[in-house]
């Protein structure tokens, strides 16, 4: 059950990655091409690429988390025993979860603070962008939590704790 | 408590999650809220660096400079890269090799990752070079270094993490960047023909021929040109480095979608999900240095750190000296965005009191961080090389070696010659 929320979860994010790049690329080009172009500069487009490339960062960190593609030195779980690799790589994932847990409560505090203050061109809620920090947070959490499942279901082969 | 005493402990701290493998951005982040609890700061201080400091319209470069890299990688286009620059010095002994570091170079001026050029380039220049009679170790020596030119030739991701945290402008010191970067691709390409030579690697037998050198010229067209569209842009006035990757993206996404039709949709969107990856990974360790940044910054270590240097000597020399052999420890140890965000701001006053130039001074900063890529442990190139070959990681570094040591002789003449980094920003941008 949840290896399929997982699975499902990842594709989303990892599909709404994508798409956030693609708009990020065209909001920027846009802006070049009504400046040159079309003789009129707009304003807009800088501050909702602010918002996305927020988004954009911080999911692709949610992505990095399931794939486990953070960089890492993992000279010391090199050289533990299988037994000693499992539980440093729990501790990890501990930590990692503690952390997203951290940023998670302060930028839910930070969006609610700010919650009534827009954007100075477009007027945009500060909260699109604000929310990126708890929801990505919750979802690093959630990550890091079924690595720890996973770490726990693959057998150890020095005859560790299953 | 002593400031100075805290920042030690929250180093150390560092350190040692990073040693037990913690990611690096989240060993940052633990280490600056374990700093947050001990001074009693307010815990939302969390979220207001991280947002803040991610939300630079600068920092959007980055994705559109590691996307450059990924369309480019895709789109097929560094085969004709490398093939044109075996055209070009393909005939001198070591002509391969040359050949290598002028693709990386001309790859470096198009994406702005160290890891990106060494493996669009190590990809087709390694295999290659061994089956012309080049050892294993100078095939993989030779990639793996040429790709520090990656984050050295403009445009650079190091350089603009600089300019933003410093406030300097990042189109100055990308020129800053191009006379280092060059000035290292000559040294690499010189050693590369005395190295070639000493053993005996077989010299191609065809010469120069001009009609050649046109038509392979011809067929990387549309990746030459791609430096062109994204410098171009830059320093004719029309864009901000920004806008300049965003066009240089959407130029190389509709060359590989309707002209060289190497690219696909799904292929596009692989590249869009593969740059939110690379740049989130550079993003989050930003974002997560911005709070010991900014603890740092409220216990005035910066003024603490400028009075401590100053007593020591008031001379531009030993500062320089003082700088490069910190620098050079910290790049190998600490990633470069999170060193930058985090150094830069307490050295780039104190360089700018001693009279020295901010685009040089950045220059050496980056340069410094950047050899760190071929430096073990924390040695980004080698570990895309090793991933390349199949060598270990030992192995890529002895490999490496020899061309850190020419590095560090570079850095010491971008270090004490200024005019290696002003001369381009001097003349492009008086």
């Not at chain 2, 830069?344 to 901010?358: E, F, R, S």
């Amino acid at each position: 059950m949840i290896d399929a929320i997982e699975k499902v979860l990842g594709r989303i994010v990892a599909a709404v990655v994508a798409i956030q790049g693609l708009v990020l690329t065209l909001l920027i080009g846009t802006e070049v091409f009504f400046r040159y172009i079309v003789g009129r500069a707009l304003s807009w487009p800088e501050e909702v690429a602010g918002i996305f490339f927020t988004w954009f960062t911080l999911l692709g960190v949610v992505l990095l988390t399931r794939s486990g593609e953070h960089i890492e030195f993992s000279f010391l779980s090199q050289q533990l025993s299988v037994r000693g690799a499992r539980v440093l790589s729990i501790f990890i994932q501990v930590m990692i979860g503690l952390y997203a847990l951290s940023i998670s409560f302060s930028g839910y505090t930070y969006a609610t603070m700010f919650r009534f203050e827009n954007t100075p061109a477009a007027g945009i809620s500060s909260l699109w962008m604000n929310l990126s920090l708890p929801i990505s947070g919750l979802l690093i959490v959630f990550y890091s939590q079924v690595s720890i499942l996973k770490i726990l279901k693959t057998p150890a082969k020095d005859g560790g704790s299953q | 408590m002593n400031p100075s005493f805290f920042a030690l402990m929250l180093l150390s701290l560092f350190i040692f999650l990073t040693i037990l493998g913690i990611p690096i951005g989240f060993s940052l982040g633990i280490s600056g809220i374990v700093g947050l609890l001990l001074m009693d700061h307010s815990f939302m201080m969390i979220a207001q660096t991280f947002l803040g400091g991610v939300n630079n319209f600068a920092y959007l470069a980055i994705p559109f400079f590691v996307l450059l890299g990924t369309v480019m990688e895709k789109a097929e286009v560094s085969n004709q890269l490398v093939d044109f620059a075996d055209e070009l010095v393909g005939y001198l002994p070591g002509g391969l090799a040359m050949g290598a570091i002028v693709a990386c170079a001309i790859f470096a001026a198009i994406s702005g990752s160290g890891p990106a050029t060494v493996a669009a380039i190590g990809t087709v220049a390694i295999p290659e070079m061994v089956k012309r009679g080049y050892s294993k170790p100078f095939a993989v020596g030779t990639a793996a270094a040429g790709g520090i030119l990656g984050p050295i030739i403009p445009p650079s991701i190091p350089f603009i993490i600089y300019g933003v945290v410093t406030e300097q402008s990042i189109a100055r010191l990308f020129l800053g960047g191009l006379g280092a970067g060059l000035l290292l691709a000559l040294m690499m390409m010189v050693f590369s023909f005395f190295k070639a030579k000493r053993e005996g690697v077989p010299v191609s037998g065809t010469g120069p021929s001009p009609r050649r050198m046109l038509r392979a010229m011809w067929r990387a067209k549309l990746g030459l040109i791609a430096p062109g569209v994204v410098l171009g842009g830059i320093y004719a006035g029309i864009c901000t480095p920004t806008e300049a990757g965003a066009i240089g993206s959407i130029y190389l996404i509709v060359v590989g979608l309707f002209v060289t039709r190497t690219l696909t949709l799904r292929g596009l969107l692989e590249c869009f999900g593969k740059t939110g990856r690379t740049s989130a990974m550079i993003m989050f360790v930003i974002g997560t240095a911005y709070l010991p940044a900014w603890l740092m910054a409220s216990w005035n270590l910066p003024d603490l750190g400028a009075q401590f240097i100053l007593g020591m000597s008031k001379d531009k020399h030993v500062f320089l000296i003082f700088v490069n052999v910190l620098f050079l420890i910290i790049g190998s140890l600490l990633d470069t965005p999170a060193a930058i965000v985090i150094l830069a701001p307490i050295l780039h006053p104190i360089a700018v009191k001693l009279g020295i130039d901010p685009t040089h001074f950045g220059t050496i900063v980056v340069v410094n961080f950047v050899i760190g890529y071929i430096t073990p442990p924390f040695a980004y190139n080698l570990f895309v090389a090793k991933s390349i070959t199949g060598m270990t990681m030992e192995e890529v570094s002895m490999a490496a070696f020899p061309f850190i040591l020419l590095c560090l002789l570079g850095l010491i003449l971008i270090t004490y010659i200024p005019a290696i980094s002003l001369l381009f920003p001097r003349l492009l941008m008086p």
